[in-house]
């Protein structure tokens, strides 16, 4: 498309519509209708070991029942300001010390967990605890009671995915507190991933919403599954060994609005190029190694994060056993028919 040309006579036209809320689309047409995804959103690196020092010293400045919940956001650089680490999600670092207590609220924006380290801390979803371990997946459906305690006797912090930014855009927030009160618990530990997450269901279940009841995935089970797989050396060449979280409902991603991946790439694994239209968020749960994203290369270790924009050519390449977490506005483009994929192994020379 080429841009049209400014005139006086259209200029002049444009200042006397401007007084009447109108603007000419032409002059915005190619931005706005691009030839392939343009994202503000730009390829960055967290690393644990020097972000760490921070989230531990917020621990001094505030405290978990003050801030509701203590948090240091992952700005994407190209997003600054807006609590995003993508156009349509949200990533933080939650630590909750000894003792501490984060207040039950509720809101319409749903959230993931994803345990960096401790053990022991809890999570109360809608009348159940669970207790956390590192590498535990954790959801909080949209409009669900939670909080957040920790017993244990060391720090934990974990990885907050969240949707803020899409349900922000969609003008779509509700909130609400429950006035410092921890929620009543109505189910004993384990109860929902024994009833949904065993390969069974209730007989007469009906589903209360789009998202999996199960709330906690345990790192271990996970672990374990993938293991298992590997067994056949079946790697995929873009990805070695991915699965999605789902689910048991009906095979659907584990919540409506993000998709969360976990992944096994074998020592010495380098992937394929790939690109895809959900900017993608990636936790190191195990291992080291180096993903090339765009024009840059990020060498990461076990609980960095780092974000690999939408339509953004990337690779991997781990090495010794590595072990990626990721989340993604995936199931958003899927249901609006929105998503698409390219890999380079299907490229043409
Ligand atoms: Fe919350």
């Known amino acids: 498309m080429v841009q049209p040309k400014q005139t006086p006579e259209r200029k002049a036209f444009y200042q006397r ?46 405290t978990a029942a003050e801030a509701e919940r203590r948090v240091l956001v992952l700005e994407n650089p190209g997003l600054r300001g807006r609590a995003s680490i993508t156009h349509t999600l949200y990533a933080g670092l ?6 501490e207590r984060a207040p039950c609220h509720r809101h319409s924006q749903s959230a993931l967990r994803f345990v960096v380290e401790g053990e022991g801390a809890h999570t109360a979803v809608d009348g159940e605890k669970t207790l956390m371990r590192p590498g535990d997946f954790v959801i909080t459906p949209s409009g669900t009671a939670h909080d957040h305690g920790n017993d244990s006797e060391r720090a934990m912090v974990w990885l907050d995915g969240l949707d803020i930014p ?13 006035g ?24 007469d279940y009906q589903a ?7 709330f906690n995935y345990p790192y271990a089970r996970t672990r374990e599954a993938l293991e298992t797989m590997r067994r056949r050396e079946e790697w995929d060449p873009c990805h070695g060994l991915k699965m999605r979280y789902v689910n048991p409902v009906d095979g659907g991603y584990a919540m409506p609005t993000i998709g969360a991946f976990i992944q096994l790439l074998p020592p010495g694994f380098e992937t394929l190029p790939y690109r895809s239209t959900d900017g993608t968020v990636y936790a190191v749960v195990e291992g080291s190694g180096a993903t090339q994203v765009g024009d840059q290369t990020f060498t990461w270790e076990a609980h960095d994060v780092f974000v690999v924009p939408s339509w953004t050519w990337h ?35």
Not at 23 to 47: D, F, N, Q, T, Y
Not at 208 to 214: E, N, Q
């Open 180 to 203: 410092g009160e921890p929620q009543r618990l109505t189910r004993p530990v384990g109860d929902a991933l024994a009833r949904y997450g065993s390969g069974l269901l209730p007989v």
């Open 94 to 99: 939650q630590l909750i010390l000894p003792g």
């Open 208 to 214: 209360r919403g789009p998202t999996s009841p199960v």
């Open 166 to 178: 899409l349900v922000q855009f969609l003008d779509a927030s509700f909130a609400e507190g429950f």
């Open 315 to 349: 690779h991997h390449r781990a090495e010794g056993d590595a072990v990626l977490f990721s989340y993604s506005d995936r199931p958003v483009h899927q249901k609006l028919g929105l998503w698409r994929e390219q890999r380079g192994n299907a490229l043409t020379p």
């Open 17 to 62: 519509i401007d007084s009447h809320d109108l603007a000419p689309l032409w002059e915005v047409l190619h931005g706005l209708i691009s030839p392939e995804p343009r994202s503000p959103c730009a390829p960055a690196l967290w690393r644990y070991r020097d972000i760490r020092p921070f989230v531990m010293e917020s621990g001094e400045l505030i």
